[in-house]
């Protein structure tokens, strides 16, 4: 596995990923400072619910575009180039499959963390620090994302134009936004949606005083096992269309 | 003789329809092998089976002596090079790169791509993108691929695909050059009667996913040679006289008598006989059948 990893990291060169990320990130962490720099904290209630709010509220505008592009770029290296049937006669397929799976997640986990230690820096900088909602953002954004990023890697291996998944997952970042304000069922319909639908934060404004009082709720599990049910199926979905490029 | 490659019974249908029928190929160690046939007759199915990149419904497939499966699968290719159907590359990345994705997945030192960018005259061309080659450069670089790590076999489907003259000129003598020079089995494949009729030492001919000849390459050639064309007013009954009389081997065709070539001395003695005899003889010609004729013939006669 070690040389297919090799290789993978080497067909990515010049696709500029790192600066894609770092670029949503970049944004992602101006806008959280931005929010939180002038804020008077005397009026919240619980400012680590606010910040965490806010992070999710932020990934579900840049992630999605964000993961779009990326597996975009995955799957065009060897698209472009018709590699698939060079590249299975060098390793199995399934290990380069592997490989790219792997280190597309591993893209992946690395975001989510370096957001939630956004989210930590935020927190234990302004006010005070919450390991328990700090491990729930985590456990939100990567089981997002990684569904996000299956969904997005299997359109792109299916699509011969990298623009059908690209206004897919546009499409998909509006309806991930409108659904911070869908009630039950309607946000655990789409998967940009679980964003919201696994914040477990729920958020009351009041009209009277012009407060917005957050409060954290227990971490929906059961939706969150659905969500990596999906991921898991897209999983395969997509590992069957990469090999059928190479049978095909 | 010794077989680089050898199947038995091989036979592939995709939803429902046959691509490759009952196949048994036969490719002859150290020597170039041509693999004929029209679009669609079953040849990158059959390239495609050889590489394991397709499972064969039916048959067997032994390569440098072992049985493809998917255990022996990768140490088989280990020792094969390829290119199907177009030259691949990573467009994002050099020549030199591309290269270096095959040397880290085949374990290969990287030492390698120098010798096989020598080989086929891209030094000066390694650091420069592949997305900006010409097609040229890319079926050269898609050989290079196949050339690293020495492979025994090279298994090379339509290489001359979409280049000019001198490409096409330039690709042929490197491929003729592989198996003196390195001792390689070299396995073309082309619809292009010309392209293994200049390279090849056997050949495959494959019509409707059925091998229809199988030979050396001269054999074939000898079979394109000059016939004689006799038109007379009773052509079955006349053949069959000069079948009795001057135990001669004739052939009855939508054109004439076809009867294979003679010296001078013979023809005018069948004149005489066929007068004598009461034929009525309206033309005789001397009649050259190219190589191109008698394949489109195996070709049409096998349906496709």
């Known amino acids: 596995m070690r040389k297919e990893f090799q290789a993978e990291r080497l067909k990515m060169k010049r696709k500029h990923t790192f600066l894609l990320f770092a670029a949503c990130y970049g944004l992602a962490a101006a806008w959280m400072l931005y929010a939180v720099t002038d804020l008077d904290f005397g009026r919240f209630n619980d400012f680590a619910a606010l910040a965490a709010f806010n992070l999710l509220m932020i990934a579900s505008i840049f992630s999605p575009v964000l993961i779009a592009a990326y597996a975009s770029r995955l799957a065009d290296v060897e698209q472009y180039g018709n590699c698939y049937k060079w590249i299975a006669c060098l390793q199995t397929p399934a290990s380069i499959w592997n490989a790219k799976a792997l280190s597309g997640l591993s893209h992946i986990l690395l975001y989510t963390l370096a957001q939630t230690l956004l989210l930590a820096a935020v927190c234990g900088y302004f006010r005070e620090p919450s390991l328990s909602l700090y491990v729930q953002v985590f456990l939100d954004l990567l089981l997002t994302c990684a569904a996000l990023f299956f969904l997005q890697l299997w359109l792109s291996i299916c699509s011969k134009s990298q623009l059908v998944p690209l206004f897919v997952s546009i499409a998909g970042t509006f309806g991930g936004i409108f659904s911070w304000l869908l009630a039950f069922p309607l946000r655990y319909l789409i998967p940009w949606g679980y964003y919201s639908a696994l914040c477990g934060i729920s958020m009351y404004y009041d009209q009277e005083t012009r407060y917005a009082y957050y409060a954290i709720q227990p971490f929906p599990w059961a939706w969150a096992a659905v969500l990596a049910l999906a991921a898991a199926a897209l999983y395969l979905f997509c590992r069957r269309a990469f090999l059928r490029q190479i049978s095909d | ?304």
């Open chain 2, 1 to 304: 003789m010794k077989y680089a490659i050898q199947t038995e019974q091989l036979s592939k249908s995709y939803r429902g329809k046959r691509a490759v029928s009952q196949l048994s190929l036969k490719v002859p160690a150290g020597k170039i092998y041509g693999f004929l046939g029209p679009n669609g007759a079953g040849k990158s199915t059959t390239m495609k089976m050889l590489l394991g990149l397709a499972r064969p419904d039916s048959g067997s497939i032994t390569i440098l002596g072992e049985t493809l499966d998917s255990r022996s699968r990768l140490s088989i290719l280990e020792k094969t090079g390829s290119l199907i159907e177009a030259p691949s590359y990573y467009a994002n990345l050099t020549g030199y790169e591309n290269l270096k994705i095959t040397c880290i997945l085949k374990g290969l030192p990287l030492g390698e791509i120098s010798r096989v960018l020598g080989i086929v005259r891209m030094e000066a061309q390694k650091d420069k993108k592949a997305g900006q080659y010409s097609l040229g450069m890319k079926q050269r670089l898609a050989i290079a691929n196949a050339l690293l790590g020495s492979p025994r076999l090279l298994l090379l489907d339509e290489p001359t695909n979409g280049l000019d003259p001198a490409g096409i000129h330039e690709m042929r003598d490197l491929i003729r050059s592989l198996p003196e020079k390195y001792g390689m089995t070299v396995m073309l494949s082309s619809h292009l009667l010309s392209e293994i009729e200049q390279a090849a030492d056997y050949v495959g001919i494959i019509s409707a996913g059925r091998m229809i000849y199988q030979n050396r390459l001269s054999a074939l050639r000898a079979s394109a040679a000059r016939h004689l064309l006799l038109q007379t007013a009773q052509p079955a009954a006349d053949a069959r006289f000069l079948r009795e009389s001057l135990q001669l081997e004739p052939e009855i065709t939508e054109s004439g008598i076809r009867l294979p070539f003679a010296e001078n001395d013979l023809v005018a003695e069948m004149v005489r006989r066929l007068a004598e005899h009461g034929s009525c003889i309206y033309r005789i010609r001397e009649e050259e059948v190219k190589l191109e004729d008698i394949y489109l013939s195996m070709v049409k006669n096998n349906g496709l």
